[in-house]
């Protein structure tokens, strides 16, 4: 026999030594002579492992929500659960079990094909390309053209590309002193 054999032998009857090797501690011996008197609890151990579908709703800051499904299978609850603990529990059946959460961030569509712009009526929105597709995304409020002044009307006749939260938050902010309803609320406060 050559010396891969004999340590393929060796090896097998190391691993039957360990398997079959109990060590007895006091402990356990104390505990094994007490428990006579108690009857043991079943530990129910599934035949076959939970497979289930999981969705995944990501919100984003601009509106969009982004689902995500996946196939999980569960041995064991504690880890499933310890999986998604970030996550918020929306919905659970026998079938599925849907997630959701909040993104602190724009969602992926606007950070590479967003664009805010104006709607005809003025209405500030967010196109999926640029405005004159007028395939919108989402609509925030409208805008007082008139005192729009022209390179920022310009601008949102082109379109500006959204990309970052940072600009998102910004044109937003920047966008809401020219909204009419702030303005008509200030046409009905005293001026000073």
Do not use: C
């Not at 060796?10 to 006579?36: C, D, N, R, W």
């Not at 094909?113 to 104006?118: A, C, K, M, Q, Y």
């Not at 004159?132 to 925030?140: E, L, P, V």
Request: charged share 30%; net charge negative; glycine share 6%.
């Amino acid at each position: 026999m050559n010396f891969t054999g004999k340590l393929l032998i060796s090896f097998v009857i190391l691993m039957g030594t360990i398997v079959f090797y109990q060590p007895t501690y006091p402990e356990q011996i104390h505990a094994k002579s007490t428990s006579v008197e108690q009857e043991e609890t079943p530990v129910y151990v599934p035949e076959s492992p939970l497979e289930i579908k999981v969705v995944l709703k990501r919100k984003y800051l601009d509106g969009d929500v982004s689902e995500e499904v996946v196939k999980e299978t569960i041995w064991a609850l504690e880890d499933f659960w310890a999986k998604y603990e970030t996550w918020r529990l929306v919905d659970i059946d026998e079938k599925q079990v849907i997630f959701q959460k909040s993104v602190n961030d724009i969602s992926p569509l606007l950070k590479v094909n967003g664009f805010f712009g104006l709607q005809e009526d003025g209405t500030l929105s967010i196109f999926n390309g640029s405005p004159d597709q007028s395939d919108i995304i989402h609509s925030f409020f409208q805008i007082d053209i008139e005192k729009l002044e022209g390179k920022k009307r310009e601008e949102l006749k082109r379109g500006i590309p959204v990309q970052t939260k940072e600009t998102f938050t910004e044109v937003l902010e920047t966008m809401k002193q020219y909204s009419i309803e702030k303005n008509a609320g200030q046409k009905h406060s005293p001026a000073f």
